[in-house]
């Protein structure tokens, strides 16, 4: 799925992503300011639940959602992959619950195989285009 959308319907993009994606894990990718955090907010509101804010700092981010939580991972910060480990990412990718992760060009070689990827774009008009895929272990 792509789309390109304006912030004023944002609302309606995250319901067009939830519906379309195949999993419960979705990976963000996009650069510095591009509306990660953005979109993100407005799929916990979609899916009942309240304030969101970047965890850049915390690295984790727990929200309650209407039927259970949203895992919310912003990995800009890390360095070292041990530093994932040493939060229990494991538990987290094995709850069942909403994962979302920022940055998951950081923990390429731990992310789920069964995941979505969202590619958020800024356009030179300001627009954002998405495009959402399955996640696909590259081969070499």
């Excluded at 912030?7 to 994606?21: H, N």
């Excluded at 509101?45 to 700092?57: A, D, I, K, R």
């Excluded at 990412?89 to 969202?118: A, C, M, T, V």
């Excluded at 895929?133 to 070499?140: A, G, L, M």
């Amino acid at each position: 799925m792509k789309t390109t959308y304006e912030l004023e319907t944002i609302k309606e993009v995250a319901q067009l992503l939830l519906e379309t994606v195949n999993s419960k894990t979705i990976l963000f990718y996009g650069d510095m300011g591009v509306g990660k955090t953005t979109l993100i907010k407005a799929l916990v509101s979609e899916l009942g639940g309240g304030q969101v804010s970047s965890p850049t700092f915390s690295i984790v981010n727990e929200y309650a959602i209407k039927n259970g939580l949203v895992y919310h991972f912003d990995f800009y910060r890390i360095n070292e992959i041990h530093e994932v480990y040493d939060i229990g990412i494991e538990d987290y990718l094995d709850s069942k619950q909403w994962i979302f992760i920022e940055w998951p060009e950081k923990i390429r070689e731990i992310l789920p195989l069964k995941s979505d990827i969202s590619y958020i774009k800024l356009n030179k008009n300001g627009s954002r285009t998405l495009n959402i895929e399955p996640f696909e272990e590259n081969i070499d």
